[in-house]
Structures are given as structure tokens and as C-alpha cells.
């Protein structure tokens, strides 16, 4: 039998750095969360983004010519995300909009996936759908059937998850088209983090300063740390199998819904952990489940 090939170096480091990177996806959005000005926070966050874009477009290559209208789409699409995120934590509870949106995502894929690009769908992958979709009703309902003035905040978190799945699918195109990856993040990061400082001076002109003044490090720790949530991924994707590493980067569900009853001392009950662990758990039969 042929030996195995070598492990590429740091491999064995990867689910530890995954598991990181969820974590630190779990705790920006939870700093987003507790910003009592959401809109001056996201924009802290985003010009965070802007600012790491504007370093690496001097480093790195420019994107091809084809990869432009997949910036300009994604750019808008996550600019949709950062503001219908926004609007569901000003709505709702942390420990539930949080677990919404980042589950709605794959399962969004999934049907696109199926639906309109025509790819098969294994039984793994129907299984995993419906253990999805079971998961997120129970965390809409976890607190009882939602009135009308709880279902604004839960379609902000669905609309979140619908633009995370968006331009999920345009960046996966993107990449493709722009031969250098560097380039596309490089790029795309500083375009997408214009965008909500723009909205945002639009909607309140010259005192957005004054807003941004007290919570600036809140802020922009929130945005490094996306950025840096993102590259550990980035890396690890580098040296690890990707359905791996796409299952574990969904644990962050289970870490968003730990925060908000540890931090925010939101109600966590057993019908909201038996929800989360739902969702995780239909996801990685998602993930894993390609071939059965």
C-alpha cells in the first residue's frame, strides 16, 4: 500500500485553532451585542475591516478583472448582513438572535445549492437539512409561540443567516475568478467596510463622531477581532480537510448561546440548549453526510 502523504505542517494544530476561531466569533458578536449604540459600534467594527483592507491591498496581488462584479456583490450583500444583524440584536436576545442567524446560513446553502444549481442532494445532506430546520424552530419557539412583537427580531436573524448564505456563495465564485485569494479578501474588506460608515454618516451626519468617541475601543476590538476569527479559518483551511473544519467552526452556536446567559443573563433553559445543540448537530450531519 502507498504510504500516506505528509501531513502539511501545523496540522495537528487545526481543530485547536478552529475551536479558536469560533470562540472569537462568538465573543465580536457578542461585543456588537452589548454596545448600547449598535449602529455607531458596527461601524467601528466595520472601519476596523477597512483599515486591515487598506494594509493588505499595498501587499497583495489585484484581483483579476472578472472578480470585480463578485466584490461589488458581496460588498453590498455583507453591508445587508452587518445591518440586519444589527437590527436583531437591538430586537432580540443574544443567546437566541445569534444561534438563528449563524444556523439559518448553511441551511440556506444547502437548498440554493440543490434547488438552483442543480447539485444533487445526498440523504446525508436531506437529513442534515431537516435537523436544521427542526433546531431553529425550536429556538424561535423556545420561548413560547412568538407574538407579533417578537417576529421582527427573528426575521432580522433570518435575514442575516440568508445574506451570511449570499455572499457565501458569491465569495465562493469570487475567489474562483479573482487568481489571487489574497487579492479578493484584501479588496473585499475594504470595500465592505465602507459601506455601513457611509449609511451611517448618512443617517446622522456630522455627530457621528461624537457617538463614535466613547465606545472606539469596543469597537474596533470587535472588528479585529472578526478579522482575526477570519484568518485563523483562512489558515486552517490551509492544512486541515474543509468538512472538518466547517463543522467545527459551527460550535460557535453553542459558545453564542453560553454568553448570553452567562453575560447578558439572558434565560437559557433547556428548550434553548436542546435547540442549539439541534442545530450544531444537523449541521455537522450536513457536513458529514455528503456521502451516505
Same mark, same amino acid.
Given at each position: @500500500?502507498?504510504?500516506?502523504?505528509?501531513?502539511?505542517?501545523?496540522?495537528?494544530?487545526?481543530?485547536?485553532?478552529?475551536?479558536?476561531?469560533a470562540v472569537l466569533h462568538a465573543v465580536w458578536n457578542a461585543l456588537a451585542h452589548g454596545l448600547r449604540d449598535k449602529l455607531a459600534g458596527f461601524t467601528l467594527i466595520s472601519l476596523a475591516s477597512a483599515g486591515c483592507g487598506a494594509?493588505? *491591498?499595498?501587499?497583495?496581488?489585484?484581483?483579476?478583472?472578472?472578480?470585480?462584479?463578485?466584490?461589488?456583490?458581496?460588498?453590498?450583500?455583507q453591508a445587508a448582513y452587518q445591518l440586519l444583524l444589527l437590527r436583531a440584536y437591538q430586537l432580540g436576545d443574544f443567546g437566541q438572535m445569534y444561534p438563528t442567524a449563524r444556523?439559518?446560513?448553511?441551511?440556506? *446553502?444547502?437548498?440554493?445549492? #440543490? #434547488?438552483?444549481?442543480?447539485?444533487?442532494?445526498?440523504?446525508?445532506?436531506?437529513?442534515?437539512?431537516?435537523?436544521?430546520?427542526?433546531?431553529?424552530?425550536?429556538?424561535?419557539?423556545? /420561548?413560547? @409561540?412568538?407574538?407579533?412583537?417578537?417576529?421582527?427580531?427573528?426575521?432580522? %436573524?433570518?435575514?442575516?443567516?440568508? @445574506? &451570511?448564505?449570499?455572499?457565501?456563495?458569491? /465569495?465562493?465564485?469570487?475567489?474562483?475568478?479573482?487568481?489571487? *485569494?489574497?487579492?479578493?479578501?484584501?479588496?473585499?474588506?475594504?470595500?465592505?467596510?465602507?459601506?455601513?460608515?457611509? &449609511?451611517?454618516?448618512?443617517? +446622522?451626519?456630522?455627530?457621528?463622531?461624537?457617538?463614535?468617541?466613547? @465606545?472606539?475601543?469596543?469597537?474596533?476590538?470587535?472588528?479585529?477581532?472578526?478579522?482575526?476569527?477570519?484568518?485563523?479559518?483562512?489558515?486552517?483551511?490551509?492544512?486541515? /480537510?474543509?468538512? #472538518?473544519?466547517? %463543522?467545527? +467552526?459551527?460550535?460557535? &452556536?453553542?459558545?453564542?448561546?453560553? &454568553?448570553?446567559?452567562?453575560?447578558?443573563?439572558?434565560?437559557?433553559?433547556?428548550?434553548?440548549? #436542546?435547540?442549539?445543540?439541534? *442545530?450544531?448537530?444537523?449541521?455537522?450531519?450536513? +457536513?458529514?453526510?455528503?456521502?451516505?
Amino acid at each position: @500500500m502507498p504510504a500516506n502523504p505528509p501531513s502539511p505542517p501545523g496540522a495537528a494544530a487545526v481543530p485547536v485553532v478552529v475551536l479558536a476561531s469560533a470562540v472569537l466569533h462568538a465573543v465580536w458578536n457578542a461585543l456588537a451585542h452589548g454596545l448600547r449604540d449598535k449602529l455607531a459600534g458596527f461601524t467601528l467594527i466595520s472601519l476596523a475591516s477597512a483599515g486591515c483592507g487598506a494594509v493588505l *491591498v499595498c501587499l497583495a496581488p489585484l484581483p483579476a478583472p472578472a472578480a470585480w462584479p463578485y466584490i461589488a456583490a458581496s460588498a453590498g450583500l455583507q453591508a445587508a448582513y452587518q445591518l440586519l444583524l444589527l437590527r436583531a440584536y437591538q430586537l432580540g436576545d443574544f443567546g437566541q438572535m445569534y444561534p438563528t442567524a449563524r444556523g439559518t446560513s448553511p441551511l440556506v *446553502v444547502a437548498l440554493v445549492s #440543490t #434547488t438552483l444549481l442543480g447539485h444533487a442532494l445526498p440523504a446525508g445532506h436531506a437529513l442534515g437539512i431537516a435537523v436544521i430546520s427542526c433546531g431553529l424552530a425550536a429556538l424561535a419557539l423556545a /420561548d413560547g @409561540m412568538p407574538g407579533r412583537a417578537q417576529l421582527p427580531a427573528l426575521a432580522a %436573524a433570518v435575514g442575516t443567516g440568508v @445574506m &451570511i448564505a449570499s455572499y457565501t456563495l458569491v /465569495d465562493g465564485g469570487g475567489v474562483r475568478a479573482s487568481g489571487s *485569494v489574497l487579492g479578493y479578501i484584501a479588496w473585499l474588506f475594504l470595500c465592505q467596510g465602507l459601506v455601513l460608515p457611509l &449609511i451611517a454618516l448618512a443617517r +446622522r451626519g456630522p455627530a457621528l463622531l461624537a457617538t463614535l468617541r466613547p @465606545m472606539w475601543a469596543r469597537g474596533l476590538t470587535g472588528g479585529l477581532l472578526s478579522l482575526l476569527a477570519y484568518g485563523l479559518v483562512v489558515w486552517a483551511q490551509s492544512r486541515g /480537510d474543509l468538512p #472538518t473544519i466547517a %463543522a467545527l +467552526r459551527e460550535t460557535s &452556536i453553542v459558545f453564542g448561546t453560553l &454568553i448570553g446567559a452567562v453575560v447578558f443573563r439572558e434565560s437559557l433553559g433547556h428548550r434553548r440548549i #436542546t435547540a442549539a445543540v439541534t *442545530v450544531l448537530a444537523g449541521i455537522a450531519v450536513l +457536513r458529514f453526510g455528503g456521502g451516505a
